[in-house]
C-alpha cells in the first residue's frame, strides 16, 4: 500500500516550519508531528512559584528542554514553533568567510542570499531603532560602552523577528495572523504572551495549515524505519493521548527537530532500534555549541533595566588573529524578566554560596536551584542594576553526539580545552563591558564551578558533505543512501556560524527544500510563491504542479533584497581592538599510582584496601592534564577549580590500555571545617570496560600531623571508585593512588602558562600560582607552630 503522504515533517523549528509551508504550498500532501503544546495567545507560563508548573519539558511536557549531558548543558524548546518560542528574536548573516571552510562545494555566501532574503520577508525582520517607543535603556547604555571601549565601528543594531506596531492593538500581519506590537515588558526568551514576536506558528507554520497540512502537536517521533518500495515509516508517542504509540507513513520524510534530538533519534534508529543500520560512522560528529558563552554584569553604575525591551537589541563583532588561531564572536547584551532578576543575584560568587567545591554537573544544578528559591525576589530596584551579555562566535566544532553503549543514555563530548581561545576572548571583552559599566563580571556557574558550557546554539551531529566519508547528509540535506529522508534543521550545518544561528538555519532549509520539491513535482524551476514573479512575456505563472491555490497578482511579487545589518561595520586591519584585560591560564600534567581492592570493607579503610590490592595485583593509575582557563580566577575563586582530561587505568574495571576521562574536575585547596586543614580533590568520571559509567573519586588531605609530612600530605591520594556519576553513587573499589618522586619531577616540567607569548606574565603566572601554592602549605604546616 502507498503511503498516505507525500511528505512527513518532524519538529517545527526553523528548519521544520520551512519544509512544512514550501511542501504544502507545492501542493503536496503534508502531515506535521511536534512533540510540544500549542500555545495560543496569553498561553505561556507564569507560574513563577513552581518551576515545573509548565516551565519543563520533563515535567508535563513544559516548553524548555533543559539536557544536563555530559560535557554541555544544553537548553532547547519544545512547543509548535520550535527555538522561535524562546529564542531572542535575533536574524543575522554568518560572514562570507564563514562558507570558505567546511561547507560542501555550492555553498557561499552569495548564494545564500537570495534564501536569507525570503526568510527575512516571511518573519518580517526589522532592527531595534524601527520601534517609535525609542531605545531601551540598556541598547543605549551597550552603544555607549562600545564608544568607550573603542568599538563603536563594530557595534550595530541586528535584525529582530519583532513586530513593532502600537502594543495592545491587534492587527493582521502579512499572512492574516492578528499580532500586537512589542510592549517592551522583556519576556521574548519565556515565550511571548501579546503575540508580539513574529514567531513560527504566525508566518510559515500559518500558511502550512492554510495550504493544507494536518499537524500533530505533543506527538514524539521516537523510530524511523524504511518501507517497501519507498517511503518511511515513523513511530510517534502521542502524549496527549495518554502515552499512546502511533505510527505514519511518508513517501519523504523531512527530520527538523533540533541538532541535539534529530541526531539522537538517527542514533538510536541505528544503534538502538536497527532500523537504519546503513547510518554511517560520521553521525554525531562536527557538534558544535556555536561558541555561546553566557556573562552577567551586576551592580552598574547606571540603571541597566534588563526587563525593558526585546531580549536582545545590539550586537559587537570581535576579530582578532589570523589563520587558524582566527578568534571571531559577537558580543550582545541581554535581557530577563524583571521576576527572575533575584535568580541572578544568586549567581554572585562574591555571597556565600554554601555549595561543596567537590560536586558535579546535576548535584551543583540541583545545589543552585535550592539556593536560587531563597533569592527569587529581591528589591525591585536592584535588579534594574544589572546587565546579561550572551556572545556566539566560531568554536571548533569538533564536538560529538553519541549514545554510551550500555545504558543508551545521549552523551556530548566537548573538547573545552582546545576551544580555550574562544571562550578566553569572551571572557575579556564581558570582563571589559561590565569595568566600562562599573560593575562586576560574574560568569555561568557550570562553566566557573565546572567548565561545562550552557548552549543554547546546538549545531552539527548530521552535517552535510559530497561524500559519505565525510558527513551524513548530501548537500542537499538528503541523506546518504536513504532517498527520501532529509535533516533539514542546525544538525546539517557543518560548522559554527559565529552569529545567530535562525537564518542561516531557515536559509539553507529554503535552499534544500526547494532542491526536494523539484525532485518531488519533477519540475526543475519550482520556486517558493513569495520568490516567483510573473514571467516577462504574457504574465504566465511559473509551473507549479497540484497548486491548492491561485497566485493572484499582488502577492506574486520578488521578496525584495534585505541589508544586512553587518554590512556597516568595520574591521581595522589587524583586526579589532585587543582587550585590556589579561586572561591566563595554567596547564600541567600529573601521574599517579597506586593500587585498589575492589569490595574492600570498610571502604574508606584505604590503606588496608591499598594493601589488599598491592598483594594481588590490582593496579590503579591515571595520567591527567589539568588546565586552569583562567588564573585569576582559579586564584580567586574558594573552589579552585580546574579541568581534568586523560586516561584512567583500574585493574578489572577498564581496558588496558585504560579509559578516557571525561569532563574530569581538579580541585586545589579546598576549605575544610579547620583553618589548618586543606582538600585536594579530584573527580574522573570513565566509562569501564563493561559499558558502566565509573567515577574516580579521590582526595588529599593536607594537615599537620606529627613529623615532616608535607609530601606525604600532598602526594597521597584516598580514593574510592563509584559505580555512577554522583558523589553517592555506591562504592566498589577503594585503595590509595600516589604521586612517585619521580613523577613529580617529570611533572614540573610539564607546566605551561596559556594566553599569552610574554615572557614576564608566563613568569609572573608561575609565580602567582607557585605562591598560592606555598602560601597554603604555609598556613597549614607553619602558622600553627607560630602562633
Sequence with gaps: MAPKYDALVIGTGFGG?????????????????????????????????????????????????????????????AGYGGGSLIYANVHLRPPAETFVTGWPEGYSRESLDPYFDLVAHMMDLRPITDSARGLPTKTQRMRDVARQLGREQQFFYPDLAVRFTPAGEPLPNKFGVPQEGCNYCGECDIGCNVRAKNTLDLNYLAVAEQRGAQVSTQAEATRLEPLSPEGYRVTYVDHGAGGAVCTVDARRVFLC?????????????????????????????????????????????????????????????????????????????????????????????????????????????????????????????????????????????????????????????????SNLPLYRTQEQVCQDIARALGARAVYNPLWERLHIPVSVHNLGGCVMSEEPAYGVLTPDGEVHGHPGLYVL?????????????????????????????????????????????????????????????????????????????????????????????????????????????????????????????????????????????????????????????????VHGLTPPEGADVENGVFNLFVDTDSFYERRMLYLLPFTGVDGQRYLLDGYKEVRDDDGFDVWSDTSTLYTVIRRGTDRDAPVVS??????????????????????????????????????????????VFARTKLE
Excluded at 512533540?35 to 509548565?54: A, E, Q, S
Excluded at 536559509?507 to 520539491?517: F, P
Design 17 to 77: 516550519a520551512v519544509a512544512a509551508c514550501r511542501l504544502a504550498q507545492a501542493g503536496l500532501s503534508v502531515r506535521v508531528l511536534e512533540r510540544g503544546l500549542r500555545y495560543p495567545k496569553g498561553g505561556f507560563p507564569r507560574d513563577w512559584d513552581n518551576p515545573i508548573n509548565g516551565w519543563l519539558w520533563k515535567h508535563g511536557q513544559g516548553l524548555f528542554d533543559v539536557k544536563l549531558l555530559q560535557g554541555m548543558s544544553i537548553v532547547q524548546a
Design 257 to 417: 527537530a533540533g541538532a541535539v534530538n534529530s541526531t539522537e533519534l538517527l542514533l538510536r534508529c541505528r544503534d538502538e532500534w536497527g532500523t537504519l543500520p546503513r547510518l554511517g560512522e560520521k553521525l554525531g560528529c562536527r557538534y558544535s555549541a556555536n561558541g555561546d558563552f553566557l556573562a552577567f554584569a551586576l551592580e552598574t553604575r547606571e540603571v541597566w533595566d534588563p526587563a525593558e525591551g526585546p531580549t536582545i537589541t545590539t550586537s559587537m563583532v570581535v576579530d582578532q588573529g589570523q589563520g587558524p588561531d582566527k578568534t571571531w564572536f559577537l558580543l550582545q547584551e541581554g535581557g530577563h524578566p524583571e521576576q527572575v532578576a533575584g535568580l541572578v543575584q544568586a549567581l554572585d560568587p562574591d555571597k556565600d554560596l554554601k555549595v561543596p567545591a567537590d560536586l558535579l554537573q546535576k548535584e551543583l544544578v540541583k545545589a543552585l536551584r535550592k539556593r536560587s528559591r531563597s533569592a527569587a525576589s529581591i528589591e525591585g530596584e536592584r535588579g534594574r542594576f544589572q546587565a546579561v551579555f550572551l556572545a556566539m562566535g566560531r568554536d571548533r566544532a569538533n564536538g560529538r553526539l553519541a549514545l554510551r553503549p550500555l545504558t543508551g543514555e545521549l552523551e556530548a563530548r566537548w573538547d573545552v580545552p
Design 734 to 779: 577503594s585503595g590509595v593512588i600516589r604521586l612517585h618522586l619521580p613523577d613529580f619531577l617529570q611533572q614540573l616540567t610539564t607546566f605551561a602558562v596559556l594566553g599569552t607569548d610574554s615572557a614576564v606574565k608566563k613568569a609572573d603566572a608561575l609565580k602567582r600560582f607557585g605562591s598560592m601554592f606555598m602560601g597554603h602549605l604555609w598556613d
Design 489 to 649: 534543521d542546525g544538525a546539517a550545518l557543518p560548522s559554527s556560524t559565529g552569529v545567530n544561528p535562525a537564518s542561516t538555519i531557515a536559509a539553507v532549509a529554503e535552499r534544500n527544500v526547494e532542491r526536494a520539491i523539484r525532485v518531488a513535482l519533477g519540475n526543475p524551476s519550482w520556486l517558493a510563491p513569495e520568490r516567483a514573479a510573473f514571467a516577462s512575456s504574457g504574465g504566465e505563472q511559473p509551473y507549479r504542479a497540484a497548486m491548492r491555490f491561485q497566485v493572484h497578482a499582488e502577492s506574486a511579487l520578488t521578496v525584495p533584497a534585505r541589508v544586512d545589518p553587518m554590512r556597516a561595520v568595520v574591521i581595522p586591519e589587524g583586526g579589532t581592538v585587543a582587550s585590556p584585560t589579561p586572561v591566563v591560564g595554567l596547564r600541567f600534567t600529573e601521574r599517579m599510582r597506586g593500587f585498589h581492592s575492589p569490595g574492600h570493607a570498610p571502604a574508606d579503610d584505604f590503606v588496608g584496601a591499598e594493601k589488599a590490592g598491592k598483594r594481588t595485583g590490582q593496579v590503579a593509575e591515571f595520567v591527567v592534564t589539568i588546565t586552569l582557563p583562567s588564573l585569576d580566577r582559579f586564584l580567586a575563586e574558594k573552589a579552585h577549580g580546574g579541568i581534568a582530561q586523560g586516561t584512567v587505568r
